[in-house]
């Protein structure tokens, strides 16, 4: 299935969730926030939140701020 992760146009397992894509593609977790479709997923949520053909993920570093 195709997704796209920051922009560009991945192919995946149609298992996949967002935690097994992050750890495919080695990305560090720390600091990361995501985002599929706008809309931020709480780190929490990466293990259970499953990936659908056409999802945009975007990856960021988080910063605190006030």
Do not use: C
């Not at 796209?4 to 298992?15: A, D, H, P, Q, T």
């Not at 894509?21 to 985002?35: H, R």
């Not at 659908?52 to 910063?63: G, P, R, V, W």
Request: zero cysteines.
């Amino acid at each position: 299935m195709r997704i796209k992760l920051n922009n560009e146009i991945v192919e995946i397992e149609s298992s996949f969730t967002l935690q097994i894509l992050l750890d495919k593609y080695q990305i560090s977790e720390t600091g990361l926030a995501a985002a599929i479709n706008d809309t931020v997923i709480p780190h929490s949520s990466w293990a259970s939140t499953t990936l659908s053909e056409h999802d945009e993920i975007t990856l960021f570093q988080a910063i605190a701020g006030g």
